[in-house]
C-alpha cells in the first residue's frame, strides 16, 4: 500500500473509477508531489510543464533491460516480458531511435495520406456490419462491434495480418496487455499474460515465415527484408517483438479513443449536434477527446543522475510517475479544464506522450478517429447510449469493456 495519501486514493477502486477528482487535489499541491521513501516512486508529477519535461529529458529513461537487470535478471523468464522489453516502448538511446525509424516511415505523415482511402472503405464496411446487427433494433455493443474491430483492421491491414486471423488475436492481445497497468499484478494474470505472449510470438513467427517465403505489400514483408538483407539493422528477437507490441499498441488505444470519445459526444449532445452539422469540425473534437478523457493516463520514467523537478529532488535510479491524464487537466494550462470543450484551442495535450517516446501511431489514430467519428453520426443519427456507460478501473489503455449502444429509436419510443 502506497504511503502517500493520495497515491494511494488514486490506485484504489475508487480511483481507478474516476481518477480526476484525485487529479484536482495533486494540482492543490504543486505540478510535482514528491512521496515518501517507503513509495515506489519518489515523485508524481501532474503539472502539464513539469510533466512534457520529464517525457523530453534524455536523462530520464524507461524502465528497460538494464534498469531491470539491477533488480533480478530474472524478469527474462518471463515471456510477457522479454517482448515488451525487446520493443520500442522499452527502450533507451540508439537501440530505440535505430528500431523505431523503420517502423515510423509506415505511421508517417504521408504514409497516413496514402491509407485515408483504406481506413474509409474498412469504416464503411463496419459500420455495415453495425447496422446489420441492430436491424432488430436491440441494442448493440458499439466496442465489440465497432470500435475494436476497426482499428485492428486497419493495423492489421497496415502490417499484414490476414483478415481471417485478426479476431482471434484480440483476446490473447487483452491478456498480454494487462500487465502494463499501474500497481502489483497476481501471480495468475502474470502466467496469463506469459501464455498469450508465447502464443502472439508463435503466430508472428508463422506469419513472418510466410511473408519470407512469399513477400506481400506490407510492412512485415517489408521488414523482414531489412532483418534479413541488413542484420545489423535488425534483429529476429527485435522484429518479433515490435510487430506483436505495435500490433496490439495500433487497436487498443484507437479503439479506446473510440469508445470514450464516443460516451462524450453522447453526454454532450450540442458538441454532437455541432459535429453532425459540420464535419470539418472532427479534427478539433477528436483532440478534444483525447485530452479529456485519454486512453493512457500515465508514464514511469527512472532518473539516470541526481536531478530534479520544479525543485522536487530526485535521486539517481529514482522512479517518477509521470500522470499524463492530470497533466491533461492542468489548470495553470488549460481554462477550465474539467470542462469538455471541442472549440478549445491550443489544444496541445499529452495524450500520445511527447519527447522519444512519442506514440508511433499519433498520426494514425487520429486519422482513424477523424475519419470515421463523421461517418458514424452521420450513418446513425439517432444513435444513443442504451445505458449509462459501465465502470473503467484502468489507467493505462482507459477503455470500456462493453458500451450498449442503440442506433434507432424503436417505433413508437418516447410517444
Keep these: ?30 505540478p510535482v508531489v514528491a512521496l515518501g521513501s517507503t513509495d515506489r516512486f519518489a515523485a508524481l508529477v501532474c503539472g502539464y510543464e513539469a510533466a512534457g519535461a520529464v517525457l523530453r529529458d534524455p536523462d530520464f529513461g524507461v524502465l528497460d533491460a538494464g534498469y531491470l537487470d539491477r533488480g533480478s535478471p530474472r524478469w527474462r523468464e518471463h ?35 496514402e491509407l485515408e482511402p483504406m481506413i474509409g472503405r474498412l469504416t464503411d464496411q463496419r ?11 436491440e441494442p448493440v455493443d458499439f466496442m465489440a462491434g465497432f470500435a475494436v474491430p476497426l482499428p485492428s483492421d486497419v493495423i492489421g491491414e497496415l502490417l499484414g495480418v490476414p483478415a481471417a486471423d485478426r479476431a482471434g488475436l484480440l483476446p490473447l492481445v487483452r491478456v498480454f496487455d494487462a500487465v502494463l497497468e499501474l500497481g502489483q499484478h497476481s501471480f495468475a494474470r502474470i502466467r496469463a499474460a506469459n501464455a498469450a505472449g508465447l502464443q502472439l510470438e508463435e503466430y508472428f ?35 518479433l517483438a515490435n510487430l506483436i507490441v505495435v500490433f496490439n499498441a495500433g487497436f ?6 473510440f469508445g470514450n470519445g464516443l460516451a462524450l459526444l453522447a ?39 541526481d536531478t530534479e523537478i520544479a525543485g522536487v529532488p530526485v535521486g539517481q535510479g529514482q522512479l517518477v510517475l509521470v500522470l499524463t491524464g492530470a497533466a491533461n487537466r492542468d489548470p495553470r494550462r488549460f481554462a477550465d479544464p474539467d470542462t469538455f470543450d471541442p472549440a478549445r484551442e491550443d489544444n496541445h495535450h499529452l495524450a500520445f506522450s511527447i519527447g522519444p517516446h512519442y506514440c508511433l501511431g499519433a498520426i ?17 443519427p439517432e444513435l444513443a447510449l442504451a445505458s449509462r456507460p459501465p465502470e473503467r478501473r484502468a489507467l493505462m489503455l482507459r477503455g470500456y469493456d462493453r458500451l450498449p449502444v442503440r442506433l434507432m429509436q424503436l417505433v413508437g419510443a418516447g410517444r
Design 1 to 30: 500500500m502506497p504511503a502517500d495519501p493520495l497515491l494511494a486514493e488514486l490506485l484504489s477502486e475508487d480511483g481507478r473509477r474516476d481518477p480526476y477528482p484525485c487529479y484536482a487535489r495533486l494540482h492543490e499541491r504543486g
Design 79 to 113: 515471456p510477457v516480458m522479454r517482448i515488451l522489453q525487446a520493443s520500442v516502448f522499452n527502450t533507451s538511446g540508439e537501440d530505440h531511435a535505430r528500431v523505431r525509424r523503420l517502423f515510423s516511415h509506415a505511421m508517417s505523415a504521408a504514409q497516413v495520406a
Design 127 to 137: 459500420l455495415d456490419r453495425l447496422a446489420a446487427a441492430a436491424r432488430g433494433g
Design 205 to 239: 513467427t508463422a506469419l513472418l515465415a510466410a511473408r519470407r517465403r512469399q513477400p506481400r505489400d506490407d510492412l512485415i514483408s517489408a521488414l523482414a527484408r531489412v532483418r534479413d538483407e541488413k542484420p545489423d539493422e535488425l534483429s529476429e528477437a527485435e522484429l
Design 252 to 257: 487498443r488505444t484507437t479503439a479506446n479513443l
Design 267 to 305: 453526454g454532450h449532445p450540442d458538441a454532437l449536434a455541432a459535429l453532425r452539422a459540420d464535419e470539418s469540425l472532427a479534427p478539433a473534437c477528436v483532440e478534444e477527446m483525447l485530452r479529456y478523457d485519454p486512453p493512457v493516463h500515465f508514464s514511469v520514467r527512472c532518473a539516470a543522475a
Design 364 to 380: 494514425l489514430g487520429r486519422a482513424e478517429a477523424r475519419i470515421a467519428f463523421p461517418r458514424l453520426i452521420e450513418r446513425f
